[in-house]
């Protein structure tokens, strides 16, 4: 005759070696990034920075692919856009038409620049953010920056929309609104909604991203506002942000 309490016991072991056994797949799964550093500077300057998914399966081979082909849009100086640009390639034909300006104007001082620094601003089992910064210098009276927000789904490695992001998007844009305000309201000149939005009502920012403090908002320059303004940026906790969100990140 079977003891039921070692019966019991026995049930709730296997439970506790199977629930360890999970955990420690999904330690395993987690994806590990490793900076990648790309420095080109003979003749114009290229320094690209940016988190490398280590690894060959199919979900790090995905993310390395994006990140890579959305640094080599942001420098690509060919006339075609190109669907999936090579780093490597985009890099040299950045160089080479700097050579070929240098050749027609050999007396300016003027030196391009290609700057791209990248990191990974959250990871979660649900969520990997990563912010690409880039600044671009082909002369005028200044060079150009703009950052910009890659969340993929670790599952998958595939960008996710903010539609995937935000289940209340009517909600979160009224929060994001409310926390904008008072982000304008600590700065000298305050602008009505339509002077920043450019005859337009308020805005949600092309794209949001994550840390371990909350989501963060961020307004490139030319977005809104004015060149002066710069960029805008400010970060709303997870505990007001979370009823509005798809995922739920841990704070």
């Not at 799964?29 to 940016?50: C, V």
């Not at 997870?238 to 798809?246: G, M, V």
């Amino acid at each position: 005759m079977f003891n039921k309490p070692t019966i019991i016991m026995r049930k709730n072991w296997c439970v506790l070696l199977l629930t360890i056994g999970f955990l420690s797949c999904a330690v395993e799964a987690k994806l590990i990034f490793k900076e990648f550093y790309l420095s080109k500077t003979e003749n114009a300057i290229i320094e690209i920075n940016y988190p490398k998914a280590e690894g060959s399966d199919p979900v790090a081979q995905t993310i390395n692919t994006t990140i890579e082909s959305h640094i080599a849009k942001q420098i690509d100086m060919s006339e075609d856009t190109l669907v999936n640009p090579s780093l490597e390639i985009v890099v040299k034909q950045f160089d080479d038409e700097f050579i070929a300006f240098k050749k027609d104007f050999p007396a300016t001082a003027q030196k391009w620049e290609a700057l791209i620094d990248s990191e990974v601003t959250y990871e979660s089992n649900d969520l990997i953010s990563i912010a690409i910064n880039s600044y671009l210098d082909t002369g005028g009276a200044h060079g150009n920056s703009y950052i910009e927000f890659l969340n993929f789904d670790p599952t998958t490695g595939h960008v996710l929309k903010t539609s995937d992001l935000i289940r209340e998007l009517e909600g979160f844009t009224a929060l994001v609104e409310t926390y904008f305000l008072k982000e304008e309201a600590t700065k000298s000149e305050e602008e009505q909604i339509e002077d920043v939005f450019f005859g337009k009502g308020f805005q949600l920012p092309e794209s949001i991203g994550f840390s371990d403090d909350g989501v963060i908002i961020l307004y490139n320059t030319y977005e809104i506002a004015s060149y002066a303004q710069g960029i805008t940026e400010f970060t709303i906790p997870y505990e007001d942000a979370n009823p509005y969100l798809k995922i739920r990140p841990t704070y």
